[in-house]
């Protein structure tokens, strides 16, 4: 069945007759002038000419302003409705893209690369194992922001993760706020298989709400959190004369993000290197699906480009139609002349 987007678009229907009512000459007081014989005016051949001019020209203007304004509703198919598959997993993902993210201390094959981009490679192939969960995205620094809503359309989730660059959100880390947006997306949805996948690399120094005030809310209203805290163990380096211990992830509040997993009775987690937090996203894999019934989904088809092509197509017929006929003519002519001097030029020949 058809239905209309914008079915308030057909209001506009009347509206070149409006225009012409309003753009109607005002009747005129002034006197006339009599004159012998009206013949120099020529007022019977522009009678005439408005006389013999075809009705089909105005046909074509009203029929592709018509069909304009069908094409401007937005006409639309839905179809059958389709049952999605559902484990009934609600799933946000919060990452950190703030500036220490782009640290290069970890690999990825054979080549150094920094932090952010091991996490999206990891986070692209955690999210494909996640058919049928809804699954949102979350990216903070100095400030939380939702990059996604729970949706079914995973690819749209990997690419806008993909497309994120280190320090767009903020060059500081807003763990509690990134904590609070997602459980504000998530607290509406059903009470069982609601769960944040927080990870990070450094420690909570911006926003308004602290990690653990944020993890009480999320434990108020029965959101698991999982902490994942990514980066490098303290090394040893040696050097002339001795050595000294170096850390890259000194920044990283381990204790923190145990806290806010153990307050939410989620489990934290300790990746120091691209193994390591691969092995912590199928550790999350595991999670017991909750079965829910599966939700109706009824496609939709948009038909407006059909109405569009036909008004464009009027409209553009309209427009010839308004041309004279001498520019028709004078076309021919020249054609003729051109084909007559051609075969002319091969005879002589």
Do not use: C
């Amino acid at each position: 069945m058809i239905e209309f987007a914008w079915p308030f678009a057909f209001a506009a229907l009347p509206l070149p007759l409006l225009v012409r009512w309003l753009s109607r000459p005002t009747p005129t007081t002034e006197s006339a002038l009599l004159v012998p014989d009206a013949n120099a005016f020529a007022v019977s051949e522009v009678r005439a000419t408005a006389a013999q001019r075809p009705r089909w020209r105005e046909a074509f203007l009203w029929l592709g302003w018509a069909t304009l304004i069908v094409a401007l509703a937005r006409p639309q198919v839905t179809g059958e409705p389709v049952l999605l598959p559902t484990t009934g997993r609600d799933l946000m993902l919060a990452v950190d893209i703030s500036g220490s993210m782009s640290t290069e201390d970890l690999t990825l094959g054979r080549s150094r690369a920094d932090r952010l981009t091991v996490v999206k490679t990891v986070v692209r192939e955690f999210v494909q194992r996640r058919r049928g969960d809804r699954v949102g995205l979350v990216l903070f620094g100095s400030r939380a922001y939702l990059q996604s809503p729970l949706t079914f359309d995973l690819n749209t989730v990997e690419t806008l993760l993909r497309e994120a660059p280190v320090g767009i959100a903020g060059g500081k880390t807003a763990i509690g706020d990134a904590i609070g947006l997602a459980v504000k997306r998530l607290r509406h949805r059903p009470s069982e298989g609601r769960v944040l996948v927080l990870l990070t690399d450094g420690a909570n120094n911006a926003g308004a709400v602290s990690p653990r005030r944020a993890a009480q809310l999320a434990a108020v209203t029965g959101i698991r959190i999982h902490t994942v805290g990514v980066g490098r163990e303290p090394a040893r380096q040696l050097a002339d004369g001795g050595g000294r211990t170096i850390s890259p992830s000194s920044g990283l509040d381990e204790a923190t993000l145990a806290d806010v997993a153990r307050i939410t009775g989620g489990d934290t987690f300790r990746a120091a290197d691209t193994e390591g937090l691969r092995a912590v996203y199928r550790r999350i894999d595991e999670l017991e699906p909750v079965a829910q019934d599966a939700e109706p989904y009824r496609p939709v088809s948009e038909l407006h480009y059909f109405p569009l092509t036909a008004a464009a197509l009027l409209l553009l017929a309209a427009t010839i139609s308004t041309l004279p006929t001498s520019v028709f003519r004078g076309s021919a002519t020249r054609t003729t002349n051109a084909t007559l001097h051609a075969h002319t030029g091969t005879v002589a020949r």
